[in-house]
């Protein structure tokens, strides 16, 4: 509700109040989770902050790096986006520094989400549902918690339904698959947060240096490529469940 009010009543005409407003929006999900988290006795531990594994930390950037660029590879062949401008990027050092801070500040950012989402949710689904339904619960709950910047059209400005009942809750069933695959036994709210940050820097800045032909199948294909993201690793995190 607060999203959507939000969203409604300010305008980006008014950049500071809007920011602020979508920061808090951003930062509700951590902020009812320390609140809960608090009320039950847990700690900072119980909310999986502790220190990842260094294949943890690789893969979390590392898939979403092969994911995007994949998808994006074939939708410029396929004709649905143009090819991209990397002139935008500037000269070398601009482009490690874009890299550097713009991931930085990505990863600081989904911290409010990634605290109640794997930092507090996750946990308390495995334990009603199990592993694989709660990773379908959690996923729905996050791509629906999306909802109001979806129906403005945040992805898809002409296709605002498909992308805020379709896309978004397909992808972040994909994307909580791909996080518990990787945290699988040791879900340190690090990872996430690295794999958060790095599917959205990523996305973002492709869609930064090339433009959409076709809005209608660079949504369905967008949506097609999460599908398969669950079948593949939906299978994979099955069978780490089954080994153990």
Request: charged share 15%; proline share 4%.
């Amino acid at each position: 509700m607060f999203g959507f009010l939000s969203l409604e009543f300010i305008s980006k005409k008014t950049p500071i109040l809007f920011t602020v407003f979508s920061l808090i929006y951003g930062f509700l999900p951590a902020i009812i989770a320390l609140i809960l988290n608090k009320k039950e006795g847990g700690s900072w531990k119980s909310l999986n902050f502790f220190t990842p594994s260094l294949k943890g930390v690789l893969l979390s950037i590392f898939i979403p790096l092969v994911y995007v660029f994949l998808d994006f590879y074939l939708q410029i062949h396929l004709g649905f986006r143009s090819a991209p401008d990397w002139t935008i990027f500037g000269s070398p050092t601009q482009l490690i520094l874009i890299i550097l801070i713009g991931y930085l500040g990505m990863s600081i950012l989904v911290f409010g989400e990634e605290i109640g989402w794997r930092g507090y949710l996750q946990k308390k689904l495995f334990t009603s549902f199990g592993e694989i339904k709660g990773v379908f619960i959690l996923g729905l709950v996050w791509g629906l918690w999306h909802m109001p910047v979806a129906l403005k059209g945040y992805n898809f400005p002409n296709y605002p339904y498909l992308e805020a009942f379709i896309t978004y809750p397909i992808a972040c069933i994909a994307f909580s698959f791909i996080i518990a695959y990787i945290g699988f036994n040791k879900y340190s709210i690090f990872i996430a947060a690295f794999f958060h940050a790095a599917n959205n820097f990523f996305k973002g800045s492709l869609i930064s240096i090339t433009e959409v032909k076709n809005e209608f199948n660079f949504a369905i294909f967008s949506t097609l490529i999460c599908v398969d993201l669950i079948l593949i690793f939906g299978y994979l995190y099955w069978r780490k469940i089954k080994k153990e």
